[in-house]
């Protein structure tokens, strides 16, 4: 062999071996959907949440333990039953360059409380009536009453700058958002992907990738071939089939853990034909939620009859689901005649398993309901869900709701007062159960107010609770990273092992 050939194949094998240490600089994640939005204020769905939660820190965070631990706030302390005071770090800078204050807190909070602003998650945050710097990095929050979820809420209020975001319509600061979070915005291909970079500057942990593309991939087959074929690295929404196909594969594996995640199906009291309890009381029935998680899915999902998981606070031991019983389902609608008839649209999103909505759908249908599944894009099955008025709103949906809080004010008041854009129920007396559940310091009396609800949601039909979810991750083999009950994915969280 001449020195030239050999000159030649140490160069062609260098550039090879650059190209694979490039590649692994990069993260491609699979997910469902593009991001409803990057403003951190403006949406709670999975697929924003995954990309949006690296670019911003929190006011706190939990670990991978789920404990509540510091983030932009490195201490606090009650002052007493409505007041919160919190200790601001003081060496951390947005992505701009200019300094995180408590200025930018106070902004932060104060915006995502704003009726004006109508962000979908203010009934979390709703009991917090004021935010006030006291000092260059002491910020005091105070609510309209004991709230003792207070904290466990923050996890998920992010810091946005003051200076940028009041100064930016909310359109621009969603197609340019500005953190100060591990990873920074660098571009969003709509429809496509969006790409973040490491932020070498980040006061905490660095990320071990230089980039992060989030991918949209509505089509679980193609993320699923997708990881096989090296591709991507990590992907999300896959169900037990897939797993199961995954876990013969060379070179990947499966990353599972139980969620504080409710799967649901939501039913719009407010109008006909649910506005009938007997009829939202034979759509219970109906329905086989044992069939759906043991037989359909198979991950490891548990049926619940109430609207949280033994990982909350407030789960409440005890309220066994609404028997399945088809027929006497279909009696009950026989007997409605046509009221029981009225054409219902069974809203759901592509990020959902399609499998689960079709089955209810089939169990509804053969039980003498009419429905019909509406099938869209995440972004336009989030903003009916959350019409202000009943009428617009669709009869069914599908949902899996999750507070990342571990407390069931996060998931309840939200999903059933009547204050909230994403309630389908008005009962005056579930509303003050709820209110006194979430401002009294008792933690008995919180317990007892929830054994209240969970009779009256089951009761009245008000919501369907089906089951407690598992997640399901996809990961190249040399992934290393430990999904956490909240599904959050913290890339500076993750490594890769050669």
């Known amino acids: 062999m001449s020195i030239r050939t050999t000159v030649a194949i140490a160069a062609i094998a260098a550039a090879l071996s650059a190209g694979v240490a490039q590649a692994k600089d990069q993260l491609v994640v699979d997910l469902v959907n593009e991001p409803s939005t990057l403003d951190p204020h403006m949406q709670w769905n999975p697929d924003s949440y995954y990309v949006y939660r690296n670019i911003f820190d929190n006011i706190v965070t939990r670990d991978n333990d789920g404990e509540i631990v510091p983030q932009v706030a490195t201490a606090w302390e009650w002052l007493s039953d409505t007041e919160l005071e919190l200790t601001i ?46 000092a260059d990095n002491k910020v005091v929050l105070t609510t309209d009453g004991p709230y003792p979820v207070l904290l466990a809420q923050l996890v998920k209020l992010s810091v946005v700058p003051e200076h940028v975001v009041a100064n930016e319509s909310e359109q621009d600061f969603n197609a340019n958002p500005i953190g100060s979070g591990p990873y920074t915005f660098e571009t969003w291909d709509r429809g496509v992907s969006v790409t973040l970079d490491k932020n070498d500057d980040y006061w905490g942990d660095q990320g071990a990738f230089e980039t992060v593309n989030f991918k949209a991939v509505p089509d679980a087959s193609t993320r699923v071939a997708n990881l096989r074929a090296g591709t991507a690295d990590l992907i999300v929404s896959i169900d037990s089939d897939q797993a199961m196909q995954l876990e013969t594969a060379g070179n990947v594996k499966v990353l599972t853990a139980p969620t504080e995640r409710v799967a649901f199906m939501g039913m719009n009291t407010l109008v006909p034909p649910l506005n009938d309890p007997e009829l939202r009381r034979a759509a219970a029935m109906a329905i086989d ?57 069974f809203a759901t999103s592509p990020v959902f398993d399609q499998r689960i909505v079709q089955a209810i ?72 159960l709820l209110e006194d ?62």
């Open 89 to 134: 770090r003081d060496d951390i800078t947005f992505h701009d360059g200019e300094k995180l204050t408590a200025d930018d807190v106070v902004y932060s909070v104060k915006r995502i409380t704003d009726p004006d602003l109508a962000s979908p998650q203010i009934g979390q945050f709703a009991a917090i009536i004021d935010a006030e710097k006291t």
């Open 437 to 498: 559940a979430r401002t009294t310091v008792d933690s008995d009396q919180r317990l007892d107010d929830y054994a209240k609800v969970a009779e009256i949601v089951k009761d009245n039909t008000y919501i369907l609770p089906l089951y407690q979810a598992t997640a399901l991750y996809g990961a190249a083999g040399a992934l290393e990273w430990q999904p956490t009950a909240n599904e959050s994915m913290f890339i500076n969280r993750m490594s890769w092992s050669e």
């Open 289 to 345: 939620r044992e069939g759906i998680a043991l037989g359909l899915l198979g991950g490891g999902e548990q049926v619940v009859g109430q609207m949280a998981t033994s990982a909350h606070f407030g789960y409440v031991d005890g309220i066994d689901p609404i028997p399945y019983d088809p027929e006497q389902a279909a009696e009950i609608i026989a007997a409605k005649g046509d009221a029981a008839t009225v054409p219902m649209t």
């Open 361 to 432: 759908q089939q169990m509804l249908n053969e039980a003498g309901f009419n429905v019909e599944i509406g099938l869209t894009d995440m972004a336009t099955y989030l903003k009916k869900a959350q019409n202000a008025d009943p009428e617009q709103r669709p009869q069914l949906n599908f949902g899996r709701w999750s507070c990342a809080c571990q407390d069931v004010d996060g998931v309840e008041f939200p999903l059933l007062h009547s204050s909230s854009n994403w309630s389908r129920v008005n009962d005056p007396e579930l509303d003050a």
